[in-house]
């Protein structure tokens, strides 16, 4: 990322050979102050073009990153949403199963209560029929005086074999008797146990029947719950396209500008062999303001890996929490970090989770609004208008001692530089 600072010295001279004035023939070479400050201020002029020109690139780049997370976020939404609604409809399945089968059994239930009932309403016709014999003994038997009559009869009987046939008679008068009685007892029993057995059924069919419908009640409600995941499942993925359709907008915005931004940087850009003499002159530099007395363990172990990246190139979209990446435009054959990857990967080996993107960072962790408050491990952010975080498109890590490791800007390496900046617009403090 880039500080609205002099651009190298290569854009200068470009410029200043570009803006001579040309010298008619015979006249004296020498340059005269008033030349000079003229071509200064062009040379000037020029150097805050290219400067806004990265600055406004970086910020589109960001904005791309910004829509980019949102779109990863929202299409991981609408993977859960989806496989959500998927586990809602075999749940509602599994509750139509179960309903159903309820149903089967309050059904079977009322089939045996029938049963029963009718078994019940068999046996007590046959205990009422049983009485009923009953009934007419006792009737006849008072008719005739009973046991009683029969007994004058036998004593007032002249004839021996009349005599002999009433004892017989009445003997097996008792015997049928017995039989009836025994019977009528037996039919009751049997009528009372089929009683009971079709009242028990009775309530197992009503309590199979009420499990049943609040069954299906149960179903219908996780059908409106799984017709409402997959409503928003369906939702969710709408929204996560058109999220993907911004962010591809957003890359052509971020890579037009970029483009436009290395045009003007023209030959400034460094080559390998410069990039590598300015790796170790970073890391040389750095040496000295490795000794950090971090706050907190979450902040030195991020301080400590940020100086491990010392020298990485920075390359646009670089960086994730895994190390260094390919980037895109001026960062696709660069593998590197640009400031929020490096930022995101430092804060990573701490078990911290940053989005790659400056604005999600900017609302991640405790606010620090003053420079004199910050900590090392702070974060700090840079804007182009301080009074709107909308424009921030810069964040490096502060070390303490008016000193911050950043991922500059294309054609530089991670490195350790000044934070005295006055595009300063706030910090934050991850670990809090």
């Not at 199963?97 to 309820?102: I, P, V």
Request: glycine share 8%; charged share 20%; net charge neutral.
């Amino acid at each position: 990322m880039l500080r609205r600072t002099a651009r190298p010295l290569l854009v200068g001279l470009a410029t200043l050979a570009m803006l001579a004035p040309c010298l008619p023939a015979g006249a004296d070479p020498t340059p005269s102050k008033q030349d000079l400050q003229r071509a200064d201020a062009r040379v000037a002029a020029a150097q805050r073009r290219v400067a806004t020109l990265q600055d406004r690139a970086e910020h589109a780049a960001e904005v791309y990153n910004g829509a980019l997370v949102r779109a990863q976020r929202l299409s991981a939404t609408s993977t859960a949403a989806a496989e959500a609604a998927a586990i809602a409809t075999v749940v509602y399945d599994n509750a139509l199963g179960a309903a159903h089968e309820a149903q089967g059994q309050a059904d079977a239930a009322t089939a045996a209560a029938a049963a029963a009932r009718a078994a019940q309403a068999e046996a007590q016709a046959e205990a009422d029929a049983a009485q009923r014999t009953l009934d007419r003994i006792a009737i006849g038997a008072f008719q005739t005086g009973g046991q009683l009559g029969m007994v004058s009869q036998l004593f007032l009987a002249d004839d021996p074999l009349e005599l002999a046939n009433a004892r017989n008679l009445m003997n097996q008068v008792g015997v049928y008797q017995d039989k009836v009685i025994t019977a009528a007892a037996a039919a009751r029993a049997r009528a009372q146990r089929a009683a009971a057995v079709a009242t028990a059924a009775e309530q197992k069919a009503q309590a199979a029947a009420q499990k049943a419908t609040a069954a299906l009640e149960h179903a219908r409600g996780l059908k409106l719950s799984a017709d409402a995941a997959q409503a928003s499942a369906r939702s969710a993925s709408r929204e996560a396209a058109a999220a993907f359709r911004v962010a591809r907008r957003a890359k052509l915005r971020a890579l037009a500008l970029v483009a436009q931004a290395q045009r003007a940087l023209g030959s400034a850009v460094r080559t390998k062999a410069q990039l590598e003499a300015a790796a170790r002159a970073a890391r040389a530099d750095a040496a000295q303001y490795q000794d950090v007395d971090a706050p907190s363990d979450e902040a030195r172990i991020a301080i400590h890996w940020a100086f491990e990246e010392i020298g990485v190139p920075y390359s646009w979209g670089g960086g994730d929490e895994n190390g260094p990446t390919y980037g895109f435009a001026q960062g696709a054959g660069t593998k590197g970090f640009d400031c929020s990857g490096l930022t995101l990967f430092a804060y990573g080996k701490a078990g911290i989770h940053l989005d790659h993107y400056t604005q999600s960072q900017w609302n991640e962790g405790k606010r620090v609004s003053s420079r004199s408050d910050l900590l090392p491990g702070d974060l700090m952010f840079f804007a182009t208008d301080t009074s709107q975080p909308s424009t921030i498109h810069h964040v490096s890590i502060y070390i303490g001692k008016g000193k911050m490791i950043e991922a500059p800007y294309t054609g530089e390496v991670v490195r350790v530089s000044s934070a005295d900046r006055s595009d300063f617009i706030g910090g934050t403090r991850p670990w809090a």
